[in-house]
């Protein structure tokens, strides 16, 4: 690896912002997907959450760029994903029509945040509304009622971006990631091939100098070369 790319990848894990996310509930379509994660990523979240249609319980068909920088979490239930965030402090907030919604730009998102995303077809479900501390909106001036869920986590998200950046958010000295994430993402970005064979052999990974190269000794290279 070299030094700019591990020096990029430390700036981008330092402002990773691990309070702010989306869940989506049963969003279908793999360009959808694929497009929710990338701006989760260029938004600089750290995770995602996921309730997937019986049929599709995996990321497969998205874009494989994106998914290497967001880490996604699977729920059986919508029940479940948001007894997690909350657990977490987050304010809940969905995108819904109804008669108390707000605009989503009257929301504070500074504070710890998590945005349910409904399927394209029916939008949330019912439960995941009673669930949510607060419905949003965005304002639409023409003849169509909403936009496609991509979109629409994509301006949410940039105006969450937004105000944490107005607010200093993310011009972090450190990283609020784990240090063994931050380790094992700079570690499997920075050296994939190397990652991929020391995750089959069941080795930890070594540690990276201030340059972004292996710290290991003898013995885990002896390892790492076995057949």
């Given amino acids: 690896m070299n030094l700019e790319r591990y020096q990029r990848i430390q700036q981008v894990l330092k402002a990773r912002q691990t309070d702010l996310t ?27 959450h996921a309730i997937w249609p019986d049929k599709m319980r995996t990321l497969t068909h998205t874009s494989a760029g994106a998914r290497n920088w967001v880490e996604v979490d699977n729920h059986h239930t919508i029940e479940d994903a948001v007894a997690q965030l909350k657990a977490q402090g987050m304010q ?7 008669d108390t919604a707000v605009d989503f730009r009257q929301i504070d998102y500074t504070k710890p945040t998590a945005i349910i995303l409904g399927s394209e077809k029916v939008g949330a479900s019912e439960q995941a509304k009673k669930l949510a501390d607060q419905d949003i909106i965005i304002p639409m001036m023409g003849m169509v009622q909403s936009l496609n869920v991509s979109v629409a986590s994509a301006i949410i ?19 609020a990631l784990p240090q063994e994430v931050i380790h094992r993402t700079l570690f499997e970005r920075g050296h994939p091939v190397l990652a991929k064979v020391a995750k089959r052999k069941n080795l930890p990974y070594p540690p990276l100098d201030d340059e972004g ?12 070369q076995k057949k």
């Avoid at 969003?27 to 979240?45: C, I, M, Y």
């Avoid at 998200?157 to 990283?175: C, D, I, K, T, W």
């Fill in 22 to 48: 989306v869940c989506m509930e049963e969003v279908h379509k793999p360009n959808n997907v694929s497009a929710v994660v990338r701006t989760a990523d260029a938004a600089g979240l750290h995770k995602i």
């Fill in 157 to 175: 998200l940039y105006e969450a971006q937004r105000q944490r950046q107005e607010a200093g958010m993310y011009n972090n000295e450190q990283s």
């Fill in 213 to 224: 190269q292996i710290v290991a000794d003898d013995a885990w290279w002896a390892e790492m």
């Fill in 92 to 98: 809940i907030l969905v995108t819904n029509l109804s």
